[in-house]
């Protein structure tokens, strides 16, 4: 499909402090815009990053048709622009678009699209180490109409910021037996807006107590262990790294997948099990978890410090050089800056 491209005529980049760069607050020069309607993608067009203006009733304000993905670009040290994995986010951007009664982004949109993009806005990818360029591609539903129904016409976006770390200390999660982030069913394996919104109020609370971000639990028990708001959850036991199985309510992370495989190739025993928080907090305690940590595009590995539940703080460990998570964290580094041979492939060249 033709891309039109409508190049800007002034760059922005001088305004933007590379040296300290926050997560998700700067905005690169260009982005990736499609259309979709009367059943097909109509038109692909790169323009100037900039205000959009739509309806009231636009159905997506409304309904929550609306999903996302995200990604880091990286400068590797030949200097060239490469991604992490885009193929695995495009593949699951069309499950959640199906689960949401939304259209496919077809590749050549996705991926061929980013690639423009990405060599408009390529001076935008930071060098500084610990630093990426976030690459967020979205969709949504832009009928003007008010009745409960899917859209039949769809924005498809992509646009890019330069980025600085997510979490920039050790966390302190506590886990969640109030509220719930999804149910067998429900849509939490989707990365759709609502998800996120509907996670607000839980973080919020628990944010006034002191905590950076909650461990959500199964809806129906509250009594194991599902995944934070912002990344998957992984947890060394008795040497094993454990994760909860993917399924209706977990996110499929390709960070996850990334460092299970990891491990995997590194001889360590993998469980993608039910993991009790009984079993959680008991561990910590008796010495069998010796590790708590998120993984997520964002959060990249995020290790945990604190684990607070029913009114106590269970700290883990101090880490180590040796731990797992400072060697996977330093492995998938390594791979998207070109340092290591890429051996699974994993890395996109621009
Ligand atoms: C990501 O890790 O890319 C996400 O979409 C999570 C979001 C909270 C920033």
């Known amino acids: 499909m033709q891309i039109h491209i409508e190049p800007i005529s002034k760059s922005r980049i001088d305004q933007v402090d590379f040296d300290h ?6 905005f690169a020069d260009h982005m990736l815009v499609a259309e979709y309607a009367d059943g097909a993608w109509q038109s692909v067009k790169i323009q100037p990053y900039g205000s959009l203006e739509y309806q009231p009733a636009m159905m997506s304000l409304h309904y929550g048709q609306s999903i996302f993905e995200g990604m880091k670009g990286y400068r590797g040290k030949d200097g060239s622009i490469q991604v992490f994995r885009p193929e695995e986010n495009w593949k699951r951007f069309n499950k ?3 689960r949401m009664c939304m259209p496919e982004v077809p590749e050549e949109i996705f ?14 990818v930071p060098a500084k180490e610990g630093c990426s360029l976030y690459i967020r591609p979205f969709m ?14 769809y924005k498809f976006i992509i646009f890019n910021c330069p980025v600085g770390s997510y979490y920039s200390k050790p966390l302190r999660v506590r886990v969640e037996t109030e509220y719930i982030r999804a149910a067998k069913g429900g849509v939490g394996f989707a990365k759709n807006a609502g998800n996120y919104g509907g996670s607000l109020f839980a973080t919020q609370n628990a944010n006034k107590d002191g905590y950076d971000q909650i461990i959500w639990t199964d809806a129906a028990t509250h009594q194991y262990v599902e995944e934070a708001g912002t990344m998957n959850l992984m947890f060394v036991i008795n040497g094993a790294l454990v994760t909860a199985a993917t399924g209706d309510t977990i996110l499929d992370g390709v960070t996850r997948k ?3 495989q990891i491990a995997k190739d590194w001889g360590m025993e993998v469980q993608e099990r039910q993991l009790a928080v009984k079993e959680l907090i008991e561990g ?4 069998s978890v010796t590790e708590a ?17 029913e009114g106590k703080d269970y700290d883990l460990p101090e880490r180590k050089d040796s731990d797992f998570s ?11 800056l070109g340092e290591i041979p890429d051996t699974r492939n994993w890395v996109w060249k621009v």
């Open 293 to 309: 940590f998120g993984a997520g595009t964002a959060a990249v590995i995020a290790p945990i410090a604190t684990i607070g539940f």
């Open 21 to 26: 760069l926050a997560f998700g607050r700067s």
């Open 326 to 336: 400072v060697r996977v964290y330093n492995e998938i580094n390594q791979i998207r």
């Open 96 to 98: 959640s678009a199906y």
């Open 284 to 287: 910590i305690q008796n010495g």
């Open 111 to 124: 991926l061929g699209g980013l690639r423009e993009l990405l060599k408009l806005d390529q001076a935008w």
């Open 258 to 260: 990334s460092v299970l």
């Open 140 to 153: 949504f539903a832009t009928d003007e109409y008010v009745g409960v129904t899917p859209s039949s016409t």
